[in-house]
Every structure is written in structure tokens, then in C-alpha cells.
T-cell receptor, first 113, second 117 residues
Framework: DSGVTQTPKHLITATGQRVTLRCSPR?????VYWYQQSLDQGLQFLIQYYNGEERAKGNILERFSAQQFPDLHSELNLSSLELGDSALYFC????????????FGQGTRLTVV | AQSVTQPDIHITVSEGASLELRCNYSYGATPYLFWYVQSPGQGLQLLLK??????LVQGIKGFEAEFKRSQSSFNLRKPSVHWSDAAEYFCAVGALNYGGSQGNLIFGKGTKLSVKP
């Protein structure tokens, strides 16, 4: 158990809908990262938040957005869903400091039908 | 552009045999290198990491990896594979960013390891 909690574990929704994925980082971790894992693209970095502020952006679509709340949990919002958005979405967290690494949650499997 | 290449999509080894998974990276700055393992239906677990210092790093589950700057490689090795090692292995490169915290990772496509009894 990495200490990173993602909910829900599975999500099935229809095209055009909007969903919210939730991530609770490890206690004390200030950074939260979102990754998408799909068969086509592999593991891709989407976005990073550090202590409530957006820190880095990767290949995140405009239909997707995220935020990190004062209690440091994060949410990834996916809207106008398309079949191609079906993937495993991972959240990871890390502390501030040299030599640290990111710890990954179990992921949320999103299926768009 | 920064990238990570894992040339082998799928490898099959016999239980008890040695294993080497290849990873090559392209990164402008000093890389921070990682190997993660993903079992079916599971998240990613860190096997080992290289930040600096000794280029041969030891990880969990008996794995080790060697950083070779001249070859831009960070190959993962294990002297004797166990059936429970069957999983998908990902090499990743990243950097430290603001405040020394872990930056985002660039992952390879992964190598799926099958273990024959």
C-alpha cells in the first residue's frame, strides 16, 4: 500500500458525460501528479500540483482540468468524454526534498461507452 | 525531446534464469532514473531509483540497475527470476523541480515479463 488513495476504482460512463476522479496523497506530501495510462499512448503525465498551485502541465486535453484543495487532496475533472478517454488514471504524490520519489495510487479505471 | 525507450515489448525467461531489461533515455540535464513494476490490475511500485553517486543501485525484490552515462542506459537486472516477478516493468526519467521535489516522470512503453516454470 503506497498510502495514495484514489476513488473510485472503476467508473463506467457514457460519451459526452463529465466525471471527477479523486486522489488523497500520502500524509505530508505536497505534490500531486496525474497520469493517464492507455494502450495507445502508454503512461503520460497530465498535470502536477504543488501545495495547491499548478506546477507543471503535460499532455492534458482542454476538456480535462484538475485542482488541489487546501487539505491537499486533488480532483481530476474529465468532461465531454469520448471513447478514447477510456484509460487508467493514476495519481501520485511526493514530498518536497532531495532524493524523494513519487508514490502511485492504484488508479481509477475509466470506461467510456 | 526527452524520451525513454524500452526496446523489448515482451520478454520470456525461465524461472531461475537471469534477467536484463533494457532502458535508454534521452534527457538534456542530469537524469534522475527510476524503474517501476506494475502487476496486473495494480498500481506502480518503485523498484529502484538513481539520483547520483554509485552508478550501480540496488532495489527491492533483488533487482539492481546500472546507470551508464556514456550509453544513456539504465538497464534493470536480476540474477535469478521468480515466477512472482511476472509483471510489466517501466523505466522512467525525471528531474527535481521547485524546492527539490520530484518532478514529473517520462515513462517508457514498458516491457512485459513472462516467467516460464
Amino acid at each position: 500500500d503506497s498510502g495514495v488513495t484514489q476513488t473510485p476504482k472503476h467508473l463506467i460512463t457514457a460519451t459526452g458525460q463529465r466525471v471527477t476522479l479523486r486522489c488523497s496523497p500520502r500524509s505530508g506530501d505536497l505534490s500531486v501528479y496525474w497520469y493517464q495510462q492507455s494502450l495507445d499512448q502508454g503512461l503520460q503525465f497530465l498535470i502536477q500540483y504543488y501545495n495547491g498551485e499548478e506546477r507543471a502541465k503535460g499532455n492534458i486535453l482542454e476538456r480535462f482540468s484538475a485542482q488541489q484543495f487546501p487539505d491537499l487532496h486533488s480532483e481530476l475533472n474529465l468532461s465531454s468524454l469520448e471513447l478514447g478517454d477510456s484509460a487508467l488514471y493514476f495519481c501520485a504524490s511526493s514530498v518536497r526534498g532531495e532524493g524523494t520519489e513519487a508514490f502511485f495510487g492504484q488508479g481509477t479505471r475509466l470506461t467510456v461507452v | 525531446a526527452q524520451s525513454v525507450t524500452q526496446p523489448d515489448i515482451h520478454i520470456t525467461v525461465s524461472e531461475g534464469a537471469s534477467l536484463e531489461l533494457r532502458c535508454n533515455y534521452s534527457y538534456g540535464a542530469t537524469p534522475y532514473l527510476f524503474w517501476y513494476v506494475q502487476s496486473p490490475g495494480q498500481g506502480l511500485q518503485l523498484l529502484l531509483k538513481y539520483f547520483s553517486g554509485d552508478t550501480l543501485v540496488q532495489g527491492i525484490k533483488g533487482f539492481e540497475a546500472e546507470f551508464k552515462r556514456s550509453q544513456s542506459s539504465f538497464n534493470l537486472r536480476k540474477p535469478s527470476v521468480h515466477w512472482s516477478d511476472a509483471a510489466e516493468y517501466f523505466c522512467a526519467v525525471g528531474a527535481l523541480n521547485y524546492g527539490g521535489s520530484q518532478g514529473n516522470l517520462i515513462f517508457g512503453k514498458g516491457t512485459k515479463l513472462s516467467v516460464k516454470p
